[in-house]
């Protein structure tokens, strides 16, 4: 293309068609280089043997989060426990939500995101009630 671009720049008076072809290839290799030195250069991801590896077994926190949101989820409309299931348990796109359930694509995101905000606000709640039995003796 730089070729075609610079063709009308060609002066036969100045040099040869093999002349001019080489100078602009020797041009576009120069800018080459030089954008590939100005790259960063980065190190391969070698495995880091000091970092802690992560435990097979969950925690006890982990496995109360688990069973919070289980239950949390227990306390949703039954149509949004049915969005939950399909996205999150069988794998479904928003999209194929959408065409299985007869929902518009808008609605089944909100719904799916509403219900994210109130399964938190659950579980939230329940930490919270405790904590608080937990720290009244």
Request: glycine share 4%; no cysteine; aromatic share 6%.
């Amino acid at each position: 293309m730089d070729l075609w671009k610079s063709a009308k720049r060609y002066d036969p008076a100045v040099a040869s068609e093999a002349t001019f072809v080489g100078m602009l290839a020797r041009r576009r290799a120069i800018d080459f280089v030089r954008k590939e030195s100005r790259r960063p250069q980065l190190e391969p991801l070698v495995p880091d043997d000091t970092l802690p590896h992560p435990d097979p077994m969950p925690s006890d926190s982990v496995r109360w989060e688990g069973e919070a949101a289980r239950e949390a989820l227990k306390l949703l409309s039954a149509e949004t426990q049915q969005l939950f299931f399909l996205h999150f348990d069988e794998g479904f796109t928003h999209p194929e939500i959408s065409e299985k359930t007869g929902l518009p694509l808008g609605s089944v995101k909100t719904r799916l995101r509403r219900g994210l905000i109130e399964v938190r606000d659950i579980m939230r709640r329940a930490e919270r009630s405790q904590t608080s039995i937990s720290s009244n003796p």
